[in-house]
Nanobody, 125 residues
Framework: QVQLVESGGGLVQAGDSLRLSCAASGRTFSNYAMGWFRQAPGKEREFVAR????????YYADSVKGRFTISRDNAKNTVYLQMNSLKPEDTAVYYC??????????????????WGQGTQVTVSS
């Protein structure tokens, strides 16, 4: 079955950087788009970034555009989220996710079928 395992979260100060990783297994990684989402306490899970199966197309939420970069290494079955200029409002549990259908991307939570366990990112002011 599909498994997603995130890593790289932590406690940082405002303005710092972090890189999250998500290792995938259980199927041919390079056939599927990937997404990053986050959920802050008391809030709904929200879209952060997505990347196409080939890595050629990316899309970001307005709140992170210009600060975060999503990338993937299909040889390593891993997707990354480089987060720069972090702000306290970026504090959340970050999840990677993928869909059951190949090749199709989406920024909607309901379109994703497989989720990792999440990694906590805390940004202090």
């Amino acid at each position: 079955q599909v498994q997603l395992v995130e890593s790289g979260g932590g406690l940082v100060q405002a303005g710092d950087s972090l890189r999250l990783s998500c290792a995938a297994s259980g199927r041919t990684f390079s056939n599927y788009a990937m997404g990053w989402f986050r959920q802050a306490p008391g809030k709904e899970r929200e879209f952060v970034a997505r990347i196409s199966w080939s890595g050629g197309r990316t899309y970001y939420a307005d709140s992170v555009k210009g600060r975060f970069t999503i990338s993937r290494d299909n040889a390593k079955n891993t997707v990354y989220l480089q987060m720069n200029s972090l702000k306290p409002e970026d504090t959340a549990v970050y999840y990677c996710a993928t869909r059951r259908v190949p090749y199709q991307s989406s920024e909607f939570v309901s379109d994703y079928d497989y989720w990792g366990q999440g990694t906590q990112v805390t940004v202090s002011s």
